[in-house]
């Protein structure tokens, strides 16, 4: 069975601080990682995704990757409250099922 | 901007009900998924279709659900015999690769009475 663990939070951060996600996976076989943002209500928004070890930057999000811990995490740096919403993390394998966890809420405190 | 789009918004049937869902993918895309989500719980992945055909599906995906691509730009799936636990969202999704990055359409909330 392949799963991918989130803590659920809520995660509180203040204003401009950064907001560190994270997410792990069973399968060593896992391909491709995704970070989605869902707002209450709305459909998963693509924010990230990384195909190799270490880190990948766009912005202010920095993906980054451990395929031998297994383990996959999300930086924000200098939160807004428009960051307040579901991150959901997303693995994929062998091209064609793509599992997501259960999201972690963030909430960025002006 | 190319994005997913999905139609209707929200679908309201009775139980026992046939109901089709539509989607229309980025049109350079050659991978659509569909997925759901129960009201507060995890997005869970139906199925995939490539080729015309199905490449992968999850253990929900059973035989009243079935998904088409009746044409060059559509995609549906097809609900037979609606069940109450069939209420959620349904997102349908798109890649130009399979295991590339997917994006998401707005969904459809199907409520089943």
């Known amino acids: 069975q392949k799963e991918v663990e989130q803590n659920s939070g809520p995660l509180s951060v203040p204003e401009g601080a950064i907001a560190s996600l994270n997410c792990t996976y069973s399968?060593?076989?896992?391909?491709?990682f995704f970070w989605y943002r869902q707002y209450s209500g709305k459909s998963p928004e693509l924010i990230m995704f990384i195909y190799s070890n270490g880190d990948k930057e766009d912005g202010r999000f920095t993906a980054q990757l451990n395929k031998a811990s297994q383990y996959v995490s999300l930086l924000i740096r200098d939160s807004q409250p428009s960051d307040s919403a579901t991150y959901l993390c997303a693995v994929n394998w062998e091209g064609f099922k793509t599992i997501f966890g259960a999201g972690t809420r963030l909430f960025v405190k002006a | 901007e190319p994005e997913v789009t999905q139609t209707p918004s929200h679908q309201v049937t009775q139980m026992g009900q046939e109901v089709i869902l539509r989607c229309v993918p980025i049109?350079?895309?050659?991978?659509f998924y569909w997925y759901r989500q129960i009201l507060g719980q995890k997005v869970e992945f139906l199925v995939s279709f490539y080729n015309n055909e199905i490449s992968e599906k999850s253990e929900i995906f059973d035989d009243q659900f079935s998904v088409e691509r009746p044409d060059g730009s559509n995609f549906t799936l097809k609900i037979r015999s609606t069940k109450l636990e069939d209420s959620a969202m349904y997102f349908c999704?798109?890649?130009?690769?399979?295991?590339?990055?997917?994006?998401f359409g707005p969904g459809t909330r199907l409520t089943v009475t």
């Open positions: 999704a798109s890649s130009a690769q399979g295991g590339n990055e997917q994006y």
């Open positions: 049109s350079n895309h050659l991978y």
């Open positions: 399968d060593r076989g896992s391909q491709s």
